[in-house]
């Protein structure tokens, strides 16, 4: 977007708000707010959200940039994941978000994981800077599929930067362009891996690890669920499996693509096509750290009806 039409998207999503707190809707009343604001994105944008959900097997990322005009005068970063935005621009960058994200589907999140929020802030928070959650900071964070222990897990999944960090980016490998020998592949669609549950989710200690096969789908459109550090084996013995497990981590590092997150900066990947991650920074814990706002979509209608609510369990 250039910047005059950034200007006129905020203004018009600043109008439609008014001086309404958007913490006192409904998930349902800011999803109904958000298809509102749909109605104000540039043509283009509209264009290449829908030709990316419509033809997302030959893409699986899409980057739009420019979203947040010069004026947009944003708070301090927020300090968790789940720390609601106060009115004003924040909230507008939320439901800017979600207006866009809109398009491929229902933005949805667990009751689990932090509180059910439909925006979660993908922030660094203190003492949790070497935790493979969207909270950590100095210590990688590696490759992941958005909540793999789950069979319902999201289609796709939207990251807006509301501040970024030169030192901080975010990588993602398609899983088409994984280069492993056809044993191989043979081996990870078998069902001889489980996944143990997504630590940023409140759970019992004791939920089960789920069993999968890693790649499933079409050879043309191959889909994946994976986990560099809660993905084993089923069988310790099982060191064919093993082996293509840790083949498949080499052949991600070399179909990596990366992506220095900027202001503005939208990107959306289809999370049953892609793995991602993100590289160390130094949080300074300052009110100017690193700040993405992130939503999932649920792109199955028969999905989100199975669920009946917008907060799933």
């Not at 003492?127 to 222990?149: I, K, N, P, V």
């Not at 999201?154 to 398609?174: F, N, V």
């Not at 093993?242 to 999370?271: C, P, Q, W, Y």
């Not at 991650?277 to 009110?287: I, K, S, V």
Request: proline share 8%; glycine share 6%; aromatic share 8%.
């Amino acid at each position: 977007m250039n910047p005059h039409e950034a200007e006129e998207l905020w203004q018009a999503i600043g109008t439609l708000v008014g001086g309404r707190d958007l913490e006192t809707l409904t998930p349902d009343e800011f999803v109904d707010l958000a298809l509102e604001a749909n109605a104000f994105l540039p043509a283009a944008v509209r264009r290449h959200v829908t030709a990316y959900r419509r033809y997302a097997p030959q893409g699986d990322v899409i980057l739009l940039r420019g979203l947040l005009p010069n004026s947009a005068a944003l708070p301090e970063t927020a300090v968790a994941p789940y720390a609601p935005p106060p009115p004003g621009p924040a909230q507008r960058a939320s439901l800017l978000l979600t207006a866009v994200t809109v398009m491929l589907g229902e933005p949805f999140n667990y009751a689990s994981l932090y509180k059910g929020r439909i925006v979660q802030n993908m922030v660094p928070v203190r003492r949790m800077e070497f935790t493979q959650t969207s909270q950590s900071s100095t210590g990688m964070l590696d490759w992941h599929c958005e909540d793999s222990f789950r069979e319902d897990r999201c289609d796709y999944a939207g990251l807006l930067c509301l501040r970024g960090d030169t030192s901080a980016a975010s990588k993602y490998a398609r899983v088409k362009d994984v280069d492993l020998p056809d044993e191989q592949i043979a081996i990870l669609r078998q069902p001889r891996y489980h996944v143990r549950p997504d630590p940023a989710h409140v759970l019992p200690e004791d939920m089960p690890k789920r069993p999968l096969a890693i790649l499933t789908g079409s050879e043309a459109s191959p889909e994946i669920a994976y986990d560099t550090h809660h993905l084993e084996v089923v069988d310790e013995a099982d060191v064919e499996a093993a082996t293509a497990l840790r083949d498949l981590g080499m052949a991600l590092d070399k179909a990596a693509v990366s992506h220095v997150m900027e202001r503005g900066d939208l990107l959306i990947f289809d999370n049953k096509r892609v793995v991602h991650a993100r590289t160390p920074f130094t949080a300074r814990f300052d009110g100017k750290d690193r700040w993405l706002m992130r939503t999932m979509i649920c792109g199955s209608a028969l999905t989100f009806r199975r669920w009946g609510t917008r907060i799933p369990e």
